[in-house]
Structure formats: C-alpha cells, structure tokens
C-alpha cells in the first residue's frame, strides 16, 4: 500500500509541476496589457480576451500558494513572477470607486460586468492574501482585509442591490456563501486576529453542517432558519459543491483536532457519492433534484472536472484522516473514472466539460468558468495527502 501511495504522489506531482503549470505559464499570461488570457482551446491558443475577475484572482492565488509551498521548486521564481503580473494588473483594474470587484473586464482592464457578486471579493481576499505572504508586501495585505471585510458586510445579502429576487416572497440563502467563508477564513488566518477567526468558523460549520446538511446530503438553498424549499432551488443538490464543502470542514476540524466532526464529514461525502454517481456511464452528475424530479439544470447530467476532482481531493484526505476503507474504495472508482476522461495528455492540461457518456463536449482547457484553480490546486492536495500517507509507519 506504501508503494502505492509513493506512486500516486509522483503521479500527481509531476502533472502539477510538468504538465499544468507549464500550460498556463506559456498560453495565459497577458504580457503586454496585464493579467491573465482564461479563454485557451485545447492547444493554448487565445479564442476570447475578456478577463473574468474571479478567475484572475484564483490564478494569483495558484502561483503565490505554489510559491509559499514547494520551496524546492526550479519554477518557483516564475510562479512569483506570474503572481505579480495579476496581483499589480488587477490592483489597478479589479475595483470600481467603493472597493468592489468588478465581474469581467475587457483584455485592457476596462469594466464589463458590475460588481454584482461576492465570489469576486472571495477569491480578491484569498489572493491577496496569498500574493501578501509570498511577496511580503503589506499593500497586498491591505487589498486583503478591505476585500475580506466587503465579503463579511455581504454575505447575508451577497448580490446587494444586483439581485433579481423579489424581497419577502420566498427568502432563502445559498450553501456557496458559509462554505467559502470557511476556506477563506482559513486563507487569511495570518492576518486575522485568533479570537475573530475562530469565531468565524464556529459560525461557518455551524451553518454548513446545520442549516445545508438534511438526510445526509449537502443542499444548495435552504430557508434563513435552514428549513427545506420544496421548489427548483430548495431541492437542489449540487454534488461538487457538497463535496468540496465537506474537504473544508474537514480541514477544520484537523485543525481542532475534532474526529467526530471529521468522520461527519467523511459520512456526507460518501452519501454525496452514492446519491450523485451515474451508474450507467459513471462519473457524477453536475446537479440533481432531491426529489428526483427533472431539475431545472438543463446541463444536469454533464460531467465536470471540478467535480471530479474536488471529489478526489475530499476522498483522499477523508482516507489519509480516518483510514476508512470505503474512502479508498471510492477513491479508486472516482481515479480511474477522472484521470481517463479529462486528463489530455497529448496536448496538456485537463478538458472542462464531457457530455453523460464521457465524451468531451467542450475542446477548451479555459473559459469563462474554467481557469487555472481547481486542476492546479486539487493535484497539489492530492500530493500532499499521498506523500503523507506513504510515510506513515
């Protein structure tokens, strides 16, 4: 079993370091306007300039994190170099008047899109602080906090003045909001006082697993007191998210050393598994009802590589932190299904989107959605756990 995990920590490594980060250091950075190109078909080429706030702000992030954390590294100095490009790019471009993210910009950092959501602010606040820490630069730390501190005044009311419900009718509240807060609470530990963070994330898990988590699965919406919605949204289960946010809590409460909450979160991943795995093509379907009623999703049954790999990332830490067998029985379901369906290894990188049977439904390895975070990051983890399971005795 040792050999095994050796092999999978090279495995993963060496996609990270040989393959990835290559691609996006030598198709997507802007150099002469700034920022970052997301829009890359399956060679590398350009197809789109627009530059999506969220995803520029997730590339900062990857090549800071990288930079903080594989000391060793012959690439390090260029992920420092590239964290920089975004970092100075979007300190310019990436806020209107009052501190808010924008959505998108064009290729020369002109406003597209208002600032209509909160995951802009989310991932400001997780670069910053992240690009702070590899840079030591304290104007980066300031970008931070004011972006985290719009995250927290936003977070009962995330699209503000953007949003298209009506007020009173049927108020409900999104798994999205607590379960990033987590994380980035987490991201920006180092600048945030002990007593205000840990209250924090008292205040996430207690969200997440209370209101969000009913007959074992994650939903997506729920009413402010957690009550279930019997509508579109209220029966709405988005796997990849529910897996994603039970790895959070599951860092979490590493950090506090709490099994019981460890081996909860454990369960819902695999209940999450067992209610979203499509048993006559495999892999997991992209959205579901509850109820099993047609969802309103039209791209439900759709194959992501987030999903997937999120997934691979919560069952790999979920069997380095329990040893439970069923972690490592899914795990190698969820590996052979993932690496040979989105992986490409003739051209780079990882497919984004395959259709119900596995086929790839979109030749493109960045997008509008799709951008250097959740294939970099999810290989990291993955290392991470698996070299830290081949050393234990």
């Known amino acids: 079993?040792?050999?095994?995990?050796?092999?999978?920590?090279?495995?993963?490594?060496?996609?990270?370091?040989?393959?990835?980060?290559?691609?996006?250091?030598?198709?997507?950075?802007?150099?002469?306007?700034?920022?970052?190109?997301?829009?890359?078909?399956?060679?590398?080429?350009?197809y789109d300039t627009d530059k999506f706030i969220w995803l520029q702000n997730r590339q900062v992030w990857t090549f800071s994190m990288l930079y903080t954390q594989i000391a060793e590294a012959e690439q390090q100095q260029d992920w420092?170099?590239?964290?920089?490009?975004?970092?100075?790019?979007?300190?310019?471009?990436g806020r209107d008047?009052?501190?808010?993210?924008?959505?998108?910009?064009?290729?020369?950092?002109?406003?597209?899109?208002?600032?209509?959501?909160?995951?802009?602010?989310?991932?400001?606040?997780?670069?910053?602080?992240?690009y702070a820490l590899a840079a030591d630069a304290d104007w980066a730390k300031d970008m931070a906090l004011q972006a985290y501190g719009n995250v927290l005044s936003r977070k009962d009311n995330p699209k503000g003045s953007y949003t298209k419900t009506y007020p009173g009718t049927r108020p409900m509240k999104s798994l999205?909001?607590?379960?990033?807060?987590?994380?980035?609470?987490?991201?920006?530990?180092?600048l945030l006082p002990s007593e205000k963070l840990e209250q924090i994330l008292d205040d996430t898990v207690r969200e997440v697993m209370a209101d969000f988590c009913h007959d074992g699965l994650m939903y997506e919406n729920v009413a402010p007191d957690g009550s279930h919605l019997d509508c579109f949204e209220g029966r709405l289960i988005n796997p990849g998210h529910g897996i994603e946010a039970m790895w959070f809590i599951m860092e979490i409460a590493d950090r506090r050393n709490d099994t019981a909450l460890i081996h909860k979160a454990v369960d819902v991943v695999l209940n999450i598994l067992n209610f979203a795995w499509d048993t006559e093509y495999e892999g997991l379907y992209y959205f579901m009802d509850a109820k099993a009623y047609p969802p309103q999703q039209l791209e439900w049954d759709q194959k992501l590589w987030w999903v997937h790999l999120e997934s691979l990332v919560a069952l790999a830490m979920g069997y380095r932190l329990t040893g439970r067998e069923e972690c490592w029985d899914w795990y190698q379901k969820l590996h052979n299904y993932t690496w040979s369906h989105f992986a490409?290894?003739?051209?780079?990188?990882w497919f984004g989107y395959l259709d119900r049977q596995g086929q790839v439904l979109l030749n493109l390895k960045g997008g509008k959605w799709k951008g250097c975070f959740h294939v970099p990051r999810s290989l990291y983890l993955c290392w991470q756990q698996f070299e830290a399971l081949s050393k234990k005795t």
């Not at 290559?22 to 350009?46: A, E, M």
């Not at 950092?109 to 989310?122: E, H, K, M, T, W």
């Not at 909001?177 to 987590?182: R, S, T």
């Open 97 to 130: 008047a009052e501190g808010n993210w924008y959505f998108a910009l064009d290729r020369a950092g002109n406003p597209l899109v208002q600032p209509y959501n909160i995951f802009s602010d989310c991932f400001a606040a997780m670069a910053f602080s992240k």
């Open 344 to 349: 490409d290894p003739e051209y780079g990188e």
């Open 1 to 46: 079993m040792m050999e095994n995990f050796k092999a999978l920590a090279k495995l993963y490594k060496e996609a990270l370091l040989n393959d990835v980060l290559p691609f996006w250091l030598q198709h997507s950075i802007d150099w002469q306007q700034g920022g970052y190109f997301t829009c890359l078909d399956r060679l590398g080429k350009v």
């Open 80 to 93: 420092l170099k590239a964290a920089a490009h975004g970092a100075n790019f979007l300190a310019n471009h």
């Open 176 to 190: 999205a909001v607590p379960m990033i807060l987590a994380n980035l609470s987490l991201e920006m530990d180092w």
